[in-house]
């Protein structure tokens, strides 16, 4: 995470609505959106320092610390 902004490279079918999830260590969903593109910039900025997950609508998830 850079600049308050997360780039997430990722290859998804593009012919389905592709979504994620951003949760805390909680388990609490603290952001989520649509993918556009396969190098999409995710603006965290407003998320206070910690560790978060990811969670792609593939079932894939990335796990990352905010500072």
Known sequence: VTN????????LP???E?????VD???KTVQ???ITSENQKIDV???TPGNYAI???NGQ???WLKN
């Open 14 to 16: 593009s012919t389905i």
């Open 25 to 27: 260590m909680s388990g």
């Open 32 to 34: 989520q959106g649509t």
């Open 45 to 47: 900025s407003k998320l």
């Open 4 to 11: 308050g902004s997360f780039r997430l490279n990722v290859n």
């Open 61 to 63: 998830v990335i796990k």
């Open 18 to 22: 592709n979504t994620y999830l951003i």
């Open 55 to 57: 969670k792609l609508s």
